[in-house]
């Protein structure tokens, strides 16, 4: 039934719309920097205003950042929905964002506060929660998928790298736990707060 209503869209010339969240749950001893990455490209964001491009920008770099670490991945999720109607597709957008934000610790630090007081060393946290929400025009066949795999979560973040590059995406959200330098994370607070990951 649905490959019938997406040929009819397809021949009435209706855009299509994809919207995915990505959840990757990365432990270890270095994984810590990979909030540099992510604070920076949260703070970008920020500072232009939800521009597109810089968005896609540092999606680019935080996909890298996660493929050159995935010996440090434990397990990941991912969920979806294919929209023919941009409003649709926007609320759907906001949903992912404000359950996103709601996630434990995913507030990021924006801006450099502190005090003469605090220590020079802040304990590194082992668990690192990454999610990705994107929405992009078209077809993505490598997002359309079970991503719960290496290689497919693999391919998942090319995709996403692609998709800035040939100016597919309408709309990027990264959220992360936790957020903060000297935050910790627990396998506890992981299993609690993110039931959809999936041992890799």
């Known amino acids: 039934m649905n490959a019938w209503r997406d040929r009819l869209n397809q021949f009435t010339g209706k855009t299509r719309f994809v919207v995915c969240r990505i959840f990757i749950h990365l432990v270890g001893d270095e994984v810590a920097p990979l909030l540099g990455i992510l604070n920076s490209a949260a703070r970008d964001a920020v500072d232009t205003e939800g521009d597109m491009q810089e968005l896609g920008e540092g999606l680019v770099e935080i996909c890298q950042g996660l493929l050159q670490h995935d010996i440090y991945w434990q397990a990941a999720g991912n969920e979806g929905e294919v929209f023919w109607d941009e409003g649709e597709a ?94 910790e994370l627990t396998p506890d607070q992981v299993l609690s707060n993110f039931p959809e990951l999936i041992p890799l």
């Open 90 to 183: 926007g609320d759907f957008v906001t949903e992912l964002f404000t359950d996103s934000a709601q996630r434990y610790l995913s507030t990021p630090a924006l801006e450099s506060v502190g005090t003469a007081g605090d220590p020079l060393t802040l304990p590194a946290t082992r668990n690192l929660v990454v999610m990705l929400t994107i929405a992009s025009e078209g077809e993505v066949p490598e997002l359309e998928t079970d991503l719960a795999n290496m290689s497919a979560l693999r391919i998942g973040l090319k995709a996403m790298i692609n998709l800035h590059y040939q100016e597919r995406l309408r709309a990027v959200q990264v959220h992360f736990s936790p957020a903060r330098l000297g935050d």
